[in-house]
């Protein structure tokens, strides 16, 4: 996990905690790459706070993390000394899951017992996690829990504005869905900061530097502070050709 603080993560431990208590269920929605993993190894971690409760991690999430769990040596120093010193995998946990048939995902959803499901895609778009919202999000006694930066117009974004009725895709067709569960938004991100990017570019020293996906004025400030670290650096405007041959 990258150190952003402690007090989102805290803030979704406490989400989950409080719902699962109650006797609810909980979805988060997640990226399947990073974003899933983080989750996972936050409520792991925090295992001792949260009743015990399953915890399913489905769709291309629970396959991305397998193959995380084949290349640990490129982890963390911590997740690898765990793994060196006392061969834990730092993705099993007895408590984790995937559900193999639409059969026993029913009967999760359905069941009385708490559940926390982990599943793509993160902004409700499609996936599993369409199909789990609109099975849990009519009861008050269940929580969705959005984590970081959602794109406007999507259902996530809706949601977190207060959306008493949000429209998803079960899979076969389009369906309104009453929203009278509770909705908790937090402020995870995976996208790294400045000083990361830094960082990273000047570990890296390339040759020619390109900077994409950004905001303009954001752009400009890392061209400007890894100015030293690249021979080259292309800020290309929407479009443009770049010749990295020439």
């Known amino acids: 996990m990258r150190g952003r603080g402690e007090r989102p993560w805290r803030e979704l431990v406490d989400a989950v905690k409080s719902t699962l208590e109650g006797g609810g269920k909980v979805l988060i929605p997640a990226m399947s790459v990073g974003k899933a993993q983080e989750i996972l190894l936050a409520l792991k971690r925090h295992e001792a706070k949260l009743p015990d409760a399953p915890v399913v991690l489905d769709g291309m999430a629970f396959r991305a993390t397998k193959i995380y769990s084949q290349f640990i040596m490129y982890m963390s120093d911590s997740m690898k000394r765990a793994l060196i010193i006392n061969g834990q995998d730092p993705f099993e946990w007895e408590r984790l899951f995937q559900p193999r048939t639409l059969r026993k995902r029913r009967e999760l959803v359905e069941d009385k017992e708490p559940c926390t499901f982990i599943a793509p895609s993160g902004m409700l778009k499609g ?16 929580a969705v829990v959005i984590c970081g930066y959602v794109d406007p117009q999507t259902p996530a974004s809706e949601l977190i504005s207060g959306a008493r009725e949000v429209e ?22 995976r996208h790294a900061m ?6 990273f570019i000047a570990t890296v020293k390339p040759e020619t ?25 292309e800020v290309p405007e929407n479009g443009s050709t770049i010749d990295l041959e020439g």
Do not use: M, T
């Open 127 to 142: 996936g599993w996690s369409q199909w789990y919202l609109a099975k849990l999000a009519s009861s008050p006694e269940n």
């Open 194 to 199: 400045h000083s990361e990017l830094c960082k």
């Open 168 to 189: 998803v895709v079960d899979f076969v067709a389009r369906e309104r869905v009453k929203v009278s569960c509770k909705v908790y938004h937090v402020e995870i991100s």
């Open 209 to 233: 530097l390109v900077l994409l996906h950004g905001e303009r004025e954001n752009v400009d400030k890392l061209a400007s502070s890894v100015g030293g670290h690249a021979k080259e650096i």
